[in-house]
């Protein structure tokens, strides 16, 4: 399997407009949803199927009726890839079908 390429910061900067919501945080693109704490862990369950599909996983963090993902790509020395925004687009979709809403 090959490393995917870091990409640049005018790259993620790009891809970051094509996903309002998400945040760069370092070499990490970010998101926080709210909704019960009950439905947070469902969701993070969800994620972690869809993660564990696409062999690239997110940190979470959940707190009171608040869920944050937090995305990198470790194999590429904890750099931004497409793999982060192809994962934070899934996350988006299960987010939405569960009615997450924006922190």
Not at 74 to 96: M, N, S, Y
């Amino acid at each position: 399997m090959s490393i995917p390429e870091p990409l640049t910061d005018e790259q993620i900067t790009q891809h970051l407009a094509d996903l309002p919501g998400w945040e760069r945080e370092g070499n990490a693109i970010t998101r926080t949803f709210k909704h019960s704490y009950h439905e947070t862990v469902h969701l993070a369950m969800y994620v972690a199927a869809k993660a564990r599909e696409v062999g690239h996983h997110p940190d979470i963090h959940i707190t009171w009726q608040r869920i944050r993902f937090a995305i990198t790509t470790h194999d590429a020395g904890h750099q931004i890839t497409t793999k982060d925004f192809e994962l934070a687009r899934h996350i988006e979709a299960i987010a939405a079908g569960h009615g997450a809403e924006p922190a």
